[in-house]
């Protein structure tokens, strides 16, 4: 996936027409800029989601990667089966590093909320998602895509219609996250240079 956040549209419209059709976005409101001048895109929200902004990301996304609590995964459903949305795709947010300043369920959590959640009829539960460490070399981010992996083939084991997708690994670290299961790939710097200064999240 092409992580479009900051990326002006005309650039994005090159990147489109070579075949990056899938977009990733860090804001609902970007996004909504971008989507009317960009047709083919399929659009994926990556950051946080705003409770206030729910429905109108449930009107604009096809993927949501962001749930990171049981509240918002039954917000999404709600909206999504009173829109007569076809079933949402999601991945669940997981903080398998445990780290107080990211977002996500922590591992025991989730095993406990999993039921609850595969079975809310309006989400696609496609897979985990996580944010891997800021570390200073490669490598050194593979224990958190391990131990997403672990997790995952652990729930799937037990609750079979959650998906087997693994989304994770950004530029830096993308070659480990593949070699230990990732499914989607979120990469912008390696593909349109680097942000802006002032934003903190490196994709």
Do not use: C
Not at 24 to 32: D, F, I, M
Not at 130 to 151: I, Q
Not at 175 to 200: H, K, N, S, W
């Amino acid at each position: 996936m092409a992580v479009s956040k900051t990326v002006e549209a005309t650039r994005l419209a090159g990147a489109v027409a070579a075949g990056l059709t899938t977009l990733g976005e860090n804001r609902v409101q970007e996004a909504e800029a971008k989507a009317p001048v960009l047709p083919g895109a399929r659009w994926h929200l990556i950051g946080p989601l705003q409770s206030n902004k729910a429905r109108r990301a449930v009107e604009l996304f096809e993927v949501i990667e962001s749930i990171d609590s049981a509240d918002l995964a039954r917000r999404l459903d709600r909206i999504a089966g009173g829109a007569g949305h076809a079933p949402l795709g999601v991945y669940l947010q997981v903080n398998v590093d445990g780290d107080n300043a990211k977002a996500g369920f922590l591992p025991e959590t989730l095993e406990t909320e999993l039921p609850v959640l595969v079975a809310l009829p309006n989400l696609r539960l496609l897979g985990l998602m996580t944010v891997g460490r800021l570390v200073g070399k490669p490598e050194d981010a593979r224990p958190t895509f391990v131990r997403l992996r672990e997790l995952s083939e652990r729930l799937r084991g037990g609750v079979g219609e959650l998906g087997p997708g693994l989304s994770m690994g950004m530029s830096d670290d993308y070659p480990i996250a593949i070699e230990e299961g990732a499914t989607v790939i979120r990469v912008g710097r390696a593909l349109f240079g680097e942000r802006p200064i002032g934003d903190a999240a490196k994709a």
